[in-house]
């Protein structure tokens, strides 16, 4: 069965603290990994990884993709208020397969 | 600006009523898709279309109905089979669903209540 398994499932910290969302998935014909961050409503495009170890960047967002592994990271250097969200892993298989994780939601206190 | 429209917003309902969430994109996607959300679960597929007139069932569907008549809409009807309707409800398109590495934009989200 394909399954996307994001950890925590919930993170408190104090502003400029640094954290890391993980992300493992296991499915069949992989394709790609997105991140999407929902705030109150639409879920917004982070980021797309497909090949692994080539990190992609975002101000102070960045995320890397380890395929033997099966995990992704995203990590978020000197939080902010407003980087509390509910971040969303999912993963595209073949041609029309897309699996969400069941987030993690981030909390960042002033 | 080109977007993702879903109405209504909130949405109150009575057991055993059907009710329709609007959903409307102006991005020129081929692709759109419907997904619930419920507190602790991923979002789940309910349906997808890759073209006008053509749509599929996703993990979900029991309960729903979708119709693709225009490239821009997507209707989904919450029928009161649907034994659970009481969620977060998001409608999505991508450019092209068919080459797997597909980027969704999401709308705003249709939350609805059945009393």
């Known amino acids: 069965e394909d399954k996307v398994v994001q950890s925590p499932l919930s993170l408190v910290v104090h502003e400029g603290d640094t954290v890391t969302l993980n992300c493992s998935y296991e499915v069949t014909n992989f394709r790609s990994l997105l991140w999407y961050k929902q705030e109150k409503k639409a879920p917004t495009f982070l980021f797309m990884l497909?090949?692994?170890?080539i990190e992609k960047k975002s101000g102070r967002l960045s995320s890397i993709l380890d395929k033997k592994e099966l995990f992704s990271i995203l990590n978020i250097t000197a939080t902010q208020t407003g980087d509390s969200a509910v971040y969303l892993c999912a993963v595209t298989t073949g041609a029309n397969n897309l699996f969400f994780g069941t987030g993690t939601r981030l909390t960042v206190i002033p | 600006d080109g977007g993702i429209t879903q109405s209504p917003k909130y949405l109150f309902r009575k057991e055993g009523q059907n009710v329709t969430l609007s959903c409307e994109q102006n991005?020129?996607?081929?692709?759109m898709y419907w997904y619930r959300q419920d507190p602790g679960q991923g979002l789940r597929l309910i349906y997808y279309s890759q073209i006008v007139n053509d749509f599929q069932k996703g993990d979900i569907a029991e309960g729903y109905s979708v119709s693709r008549e225009k490239k821009e809409s997507f209707p989904l009807t919450v029928t009161s089979a649907q034994k659970n309707p009481t969620a977060f409800y998001l409608c999505?398109?991508?450019?092209?669903?068919?080459?797997?590495?597909?980027?969704?934009?999401f709308g705003a989200g249709s939350r609805l209540t059945v009393l």
């Open positions: 497909t090949s692994s170890g």
């Open positions: 999505a398109s991508s450019r092209d669903s068919s080459s797997g590495a597909n980027v969704l934009t």
């Open positions: 991005l020129n996607h081929d692709a």
